[in-house]
C-alpha cells in the first residue's frame, strides 16, 4: 500500500473504531474527503511520472531503432562485400593451382631430364 491509502485506512479506522453510534464530524468528514484527495493526487502523479518514462522511453529506443537499423544495412552490405571477395578469392586459388600443374607438367615434358 502507498502512504496515502495508509492514511486513509488509519484515519478510517479511527472514524470508525469510536462509538457505533456516533456519527461522524463534518470535521471528520471533511479530513476523510482530504484523505481521498490526497490519495487521488498521490495516484495522478504516479501515473503522469509513468507516462512521461514512457514516452521517454518511446523517444530514446524509436533512436536506437534507426541507428540499429542502419548498422544492419551496412552489416549486410559489408557481408554482400565479403561473400564476394570470398568467390574471388577461391577463383584466384583455383586458377592458381592450375597455372602451377600446367607450370610442372610441362616444364617435365620440356625438361625430362631435370626433377623438380
Request: hydrophobic letters at 35%.
Amino acid at each position: 500500500m502507498n502512504k496515502p491509502s495508509l492514511a486513509l485506512t488509519g484515519i478510517l479506522a479511527l472514524a470508525l473504531s469510536g462509538c457505533a453510534n456516533k456519527q461522524p464530524s463534518t470535521a471528520d468528514l471533511m479530513r476523510q474527503h482530504g484523505a481521498q484527495d490526497s490519495s487521488r493526487a498521490a495516484l495522478q502523479k504516479d501515473l503522469a511520472k509513468q507516462w512521461d518514462r514512457g514516452n521517454e522511453l518511446i523517444a530514446s529506443g524509436t533512436k536506437q531503432i534507426k541507428v540499429a537499423e542502419k548498422q544492419i544495412s551496412q552489416a549486410e552490405k559489408q557481408l554482400r562485400e565479403a561473400q564476394r571477395d570470398l568467390k574471388q578469392a577461391k577463383r584466384d586459388v583455383s586458377k592458381g593451382e592450375r597455372l602451377k600443374q600446367r607450370a610442372e607438367k610441362r616444364f617435365s615434358e620440356e625438361f625430362p631430364q631435370s626433377s623438380l
